[in-house]
C-alpha cells in the first residue's frame, strides 16, 4: 500500500474545500486569494483588474450565519448522564468533559468546533487515542493510576483524511490522515524544510509514518495496537450533516455572486467620482486638461463632464439586496432574510413566529445530529475502557435560555399527573437540573443526579 496516495473523493474536493474556507474566514484570507474569486471582465486591462484586486472587499454573510447557527445551538450545552456504578468511570468522565484533548479544551467546546467545520466543509472528524504507555502495566488499575486509560480527543480537519475505505455499511475500514509540518532544521544555512506525517489506522493496529522533504520516502517509525481494537472500530469519528443542511455548499455559489456584484458596484461608483471632462466643438482639440491647466473654448464650443445617470446603479443595488436576501433563505433564516427591506416591517407577528419555526426546526435536527455523535464517541470511549456506565446525551432542543419556565411548566404539569413512576420523576428533576445547571462542572452534576436517584429511587451508587 502506497502509503501517500490519496483518495479520488479527496483530489477532486480539495479546491472547493479551499474556496468554502475561504469563504466563511473573510477577511485577509479571502483577500489574499481574491484573485481566484474576482472575475476578471472581457478584454479588461491588467492593470486596471490588478488595481480591483487591491482594493477587493467582502461581506461575509455566510460567515455570520454559520457562527449564529453556532452559537444558538450551544447556548446550552448537551445534557450527559452516566448511569452505572462504575466510579473510576464517572471520575475519568467528569475530568474528560472539562479537557478532552489535554489541552484544556471542552468536550462541549470541542464538539462546537466541529459543529461549525461540518457546516463549512460538510465533515469534520475526531480521533480517539490513548497515552502510549512508556512500560508495560499487568492490571486495569495499574492503567488507570498511570493514565493509559485517559482516552483523549485529536481534532483533523477533512483536507487531513486523504485516504480511506469503507464497508458496506459506510463504517471506515482503514483511514490515512496527513499532517504537514515545517520547521526550521538543525543547521540553519538548510533553511526551513517539510515534514509530512502519515497515520495509517485500521480496525486494529496503527502505523506512523514520516517523510521529510516533498520527494523524500515515507518511512515507518512507529506501529503497534490502538485503543479500540477490543472494539474493532477504527478510532476515527466522522461528523457529518446531510446535503440540505450543508450551510456553505447552499450559499457559497451566492455569496460569490454578491461578491462580484458588490465590488464591480464599488469600483463603478468609485470611477463615478473621477469624471472625466467632456469638450463639444467642431475644431481640432490639442489642449491638456488637467488640475494645473485651464481650457480655452471658441463662442460655440461647450463643455462638460461625464457620468452616469444612475439606472445601472439603482438596479445592482437592488440586485445585491436580492442576493443578500437569498443567502439568507437557503440557510432557513426566513425572518432575518424579510428584514433585509424596510417592507418587511408590515410582516405580520404570526408569520414572523411561522418563518422562525423552520429555523428551530433546522435547529433541532442539527441538535440530533451532535447528540448522536456524541453517544457514538463517548460510548465506544466507555467500551475501550471497560466502564461499566451507560451514557446518554439528551438536550439541545431548547434555543432560548429565558424560555426556562416553559419546562418547568410542563414539568409541573407532569408531575401533578400523579403518574406512580418514581423513575419518571427522577428523569423530569435530573434533566431540570442539567438544564439550570449547564455550566456547572460535570463532577456537580454527576453528584445531584445521584443524589435525585437516592432520594427517589433508593439507589446508593
Given at each position: 500500500?502506497?502509503?501517500?496516495?490519496e483518495?479520488?473523493?479527496y483530489r477532486?474536493?480539495?479546491?472547493?474545500?479551499k474556496?468554502?474556507s475561504?469563504?466563511?474566514a473573510?477577511g485577509e484570507?479571502l483577500?489574499n486569494?481574491?484573485?481566484?474569486?474576482?472575475?476578471?471582465r472581457?478584454?479588461?486591462p491588467?492593470?486596471?483588474?490588478?488595481?480591483r484586486?487591491a482594493r477587493?472587499y467582502?461581506?461575509n454573510?455566510?460567515g455570520?450565519?454559520?457562527?449564529?447557527?453556532?452559537a444558538?445551538?450551544?447556548?446550552?450545552?448537551?445534557?450527559i448522564?452516566?448511569?452505572?456504578?462504575?466510579?473510576a468511570?464517572r471520575k475519568y468522565?467528569?475530568?474528560?468533559?472539562?479537557d478532552?484533548?489535554q489541552?484544556?479544551?471542552?468536550?462541549?467546546?470541542m464538539?462546537?468546533?466541529?459543529f461549525?467545520s461540518a457546516?463549512?466543509?460538510?465533515?469534520?472528524?475526531l480521533l480517539v487515542?490513548f497515552?502510549?504507555?512508556?512500560?508495560?502495566a499487568?492490571?486495569w488499575?495499574?492503567?488507570e493510576?498511570?493514565g493509559?486509560?485517559?482516552?483523549y480527543l485529536?481534532?483533523?480537519s477533512?483536507?487531513?483524511l486523504?485516504?480511506?475505505s469503507?464497508?458496506?455499511?459506510?463504517?471506515?475500514?482503514w483511514?490515512?490522515?496527513?499532517q504537514v509540518?515545517r520547521?526550521r532544521?538543525?543547521?540553519e544555512?538548510?533553511?526551513p524544510?517539510?515534514?509530512t506525517?502519515?497515520?495509517?489506522?485500521?480496525?486494529?493496529?496503527y502505523?506512523?509514518?514520516v517523510?521529510?522533504?516533498d520527494?523524500g520516502?515515507?518511512?515507518?517509525?512507529?506501529?503497534g495496537?490502538?485503543?479500540?481494537?477490543?472494539?474493532?472500530?477504527?478510532?476515527?469519528?466522522?461528523f457529518?450533516?446531510?446535503e440540505?443542511?450543508?450551510?456553505?455548499?447552499?450559499?457559497?455559489?451566492i455569496?460569490l455572486?454578491h461578491?462580484?456584484?458588490?465590488?464591480?458596484?464599488?469600483w463603478?461608483l468609485s470611477m463615478g467620482?473621477?469624471?472625466?471632462?467632456v469638450?463639444?466643438?467642431?475644431?481640432?482639440w490639442e489642449q491638456?486638461?488637467?488640475?494645473s491647466?485651464?481650457?480655452?473654448?471658441?463662442?460655440?464650443?461647450?463643455f462638460?463632464?461625464?457620468e452616469?445617470?444612475?439606472?445601472?446603479?439603482?438596479?445592482?443595488s437592488?440586485?445585491?439586496?436580492r442576493?443578500?436576501?437569498?443567502?439568507?433563505?437557503?440557510?432557513?433564516?426566513?425572518?432575518?432574510a424579510?428584514g433585509?427591506h424596510?417592507?418587511a416591517?408590515s410582516q405580520?407577528?404570526?408569520s414572523?413566529?411561522?418563518?422562525?419555526a423552520v429555523?428551530?426546526?433546522?435547529?433541532r435536527?442539527?441538535?440530533?445530529?451532535?447528540?448522536?455523535?456524541?453517544k457514538r464517541?463517548?460510548?465506544?470511549?466507555?467500551?475501550?475502557r471497560?466502564?461499566?456506565?451507560l451514557i446518554?446525551v439528551?438536550?439541545m432542543d431548547?434555543?432560548?435560555?429565558?424560555?426556562?419556565?416553559?419546562?418547568?411548566?410542563?414539568?409541573e404539569?407532569?408531575?401533578?399527573?400523579g403518574?406512580a413512576s418514581?423513575?419518571l420523576r427522577?428523569h423530569?428533576?435530573k434533566?431540570?437540573?442539567?438544564?439550570?445547571?449547564?455550566?456547572?462542572?460535570?463532577?456537580?452534576?454527576?453528584?445531584?443526579?445521584?443524589?435525585?436517584?437516592?432520594?427517589?429511587?433508593?439507589?446508593?451508587?
Amino acid at each position: 500500500m502506497d502509503i501517500t496516495r490519496e483518495h479520488p473523493e479527496y483530489r477532486g474536493s480539495r479546491r472547493l474545500m479551499k474556496r468554502y474556507s475561504d469563504l466563511y474566514a473573510g477577511g485577509e484570507q479571502l483577500k489574499n486569494s481574491a484573485r481566484d474569486y474576482l472575475e476578471m471582465r472581457q478584454k479588461e486591462p491588467y492593470d486596471v483588474y490588478t488595481e480591483r484586486l487591491a482594493r477587493v472587499y467582502y461581506e461575509n454573510y455566510i460567515g455570520s450565519i454559520i457562527d449564529w447557527y453556532s452559537a444558538t445551538l450551544f447556548k446550552r450545552e448537551p445534557v450527559i448522564e452516566f448511569e452505572g456504578k462504575g466510579e473510576a468511570g464517572r471520575k475519568y468522565f467528569a475530568e474528560f468533559l472539562e479537557d478532552c484533548d489535554q489541552r484544556g479544551t471542552s468536550l462541549a467546546a470541542m464538539l462546537q468546533q466541529q459543529f461549525v467545520s461540518a457546516l463549512v466543509k460538510g465533515k469534520s472528524y475526531l480521533l480517539v487515542d490513548f497515552p502510549k504507555p512508556t512500560r508495560p502495566a499487568s492490571t486495569w488499575a495499574e492503567e488507570e493510576e498511570a493514565g493509559l486509560s485517559h482516552a483523549y480527543l485529536v481534532d483533523f480537519s477533512e483536507e487531513e483524511l486523504i485516504n480511506w475505505s469503507r464497508d458496506e455499511r459506510g463504517r471506515f475500514d482503514w483511514v490515512v490522515l496527513r499532517q504537514v509540518n515545517r520547521n526550521r532544521s538543525a543547521v540553519e544555512e538548510e533553511g526551513p524544510r517539510t515534514e509530512t506525517t502519515y497515520l495509517y489506522f485500521d480496525r486494529t493496529s496503527y502505523k506512523t509514518f514520516v517523510q521529510v522533504g516533498d520527494k523524500g520516502p515515507a518511512l515507518l517509525v512507529d506501529e503497534g495496537v490502538h485503543g479500540l481494537a477490543d472494539l474493532q472500530m477504527v478510532p476515527l469519528f466522522e461528523f457529518k450533516v446531510n446535503e440540505g443542511l450543508w450551510l456553505m455548499n447552499k450559499a457559497a455559489l451566492i455569496q460569490l455572486e454578491h461578491f462580484n456584484k458588490s465590488n464591480a458596484l464599488s469600483w463603478a461608483l468609485s470611477m463615478g467620482l473621477f469624471a472625466m471632462p467632456v469638450v463639444y466643438t467642431d475644431r481640432q482639440w490639442e489642449q491638456i486638461v488637467g488640475e494645473s491647466y485651464y481650457i480655452q473654448l471658441a463662442p460655440n464650443d461647450r463643455f462638460g463632464w461625464t457620468e452616469p445617470e444612475g439606472k445601472v446603479f439603482q438596479i445592482a443595488s437592488e440586485n445585491l439586496a436580492r442576493l443578500q436576501e437569498e443567502i439568507y433563505r437557503v440557510c432557513y433564516l426566513l425572518h432575518q432574510a424579510r428584514g433585509v427591506h424596510s417592507s418587511a416591517l408590515s410582516q405580520s407577528g404570526m408569520s414572523k413566529a411561522r418563518d422562525f419555526a423552520v429555523t428551530q426546526e433546522v435547529l433541532r435536527s442539527y441538535g440530533d445530529q451532535v447528540k448522536d455523535f456524541t453517544k457514538r464517541l463517548l460510548r465506544a470511549i466507555a467500551g475501550a475502557r471497560k466502564d461499566d456506565l451507560l451514557i446518554n446525551v439528551s438536550g439541545m432542543d431548547d434555543f432560548d435560555i429565558a424560555e426556562f419556565t416553559s419546562d418547568l411548566e410542563d414539568a409541573e404539569r407532569l408531575l401533578g399527573m400523579g403518574m406512580a413512576s418514581p423513575t419518571l420523576r427522577a428523569h423530569i428533576y435530573k434533566r431540570l437540573a442539567s438544564k439550570y445547571l449547564c455550566d456547572v462542572r460535570q463532577e456537580i452534576k454527576d453528584r445531584i443526579h445521584s443524589e435525585i436517584d437516592g432520594e427517589l429511587l433508593g439507589r446508593r451508587d
